[in-house]
């Protein structure tokens, strides 16, 4: 079994700051990219920053220069810093994995989700 769990949400002011984090555990042979992704009521979930396990990030044009992800493969962990949050950015923030387990099979892994709220 493999499991990720999100954790780091919460409410915060506009303007403010909230750094999420993801634990990826259990029957884990390799990751490769990791991702986070939000949905908003009303919306489709969206991708907003990826990683691959070398570093190299992407960032949709919403959060490009506020947010900022980042992992550490031997720990099989990743965070999203969040900075400026403004009132478009709450949503329930998933982190996502590719991971191959230990019958060396790949699947898409996903967090339950983490709610983020900004409101003065």
């Known amino acids: 079994q493999v499991q990720l769990v999100e954790s780091g949400g919460g409410l915060v002011q506009p303007g403010g700051s909230l750094r999420l984090s993801c634990a990826a555990s259990?029957?884990?042979?390799?990751?490769?990219?990791m991702a986070w992704y939000r949905q908003a009521p009303g919306k489709q979930r969206e991708l907003i920053a990826i990683?691959?396990?070398?570093?190299?990030?992407n960032y949709a044009d919403s959060v490009k220069g506020r947010f900022t992800i980042s992992r550490e493969n031997a720990k099989n962990t990743m965070s999203l810093q969040m900075n400026s949050l403004q009132p478009e950015d709450p949503a329930v923030y998933y982190c996502?994995?590719?991971?191959?387990?230990?019958?060396?099979?790949?699947?898409?892994?996903w967090g339950q989700g983490t709610q983020v709220t900004v409101s003065s």
């Open positions: 996502k994995a590719d991971i191959r387990n230990t019958q060396r099979i790949w699947r898409g892994y």
């Open positions: 259990g029957s884990i042979f390799s990751i490769n990219t």
């Open positions: 990683v691959t396990p070398s570093g190299s990030t």
